[in-house]
């Protein structure tokens, strides 16, 4: 015998798992952005070497 559908908690669980998705790849370019950011400014050089 097929189970009673419950159709609010169905929809509430696949846009909890769509949020989580998103945010873990909000996440994941965050991490990528800031990667990128240090070794741009890795490579620059400063301008404050000299200040006597």
């Given at each position: 015998m097929p189970r009673k559908p419950n159709y609010q908690f169905?929809?509430?669980e696949r846009e909890r798992q769509k949020a989580a998705k998103?945010?873990?790849k909000a996440a994941?370019?965050?991490e990528?952005?800031?990667r990128e950011r240090a070794e741009t400014d890795a490579a620059t050089p400063s301008d404050t070497t000299d200040e006597t």
């Open positions: 169905e929809r509430l998103t945010a873990e994941a370019k965050r990528q952005r800031d």
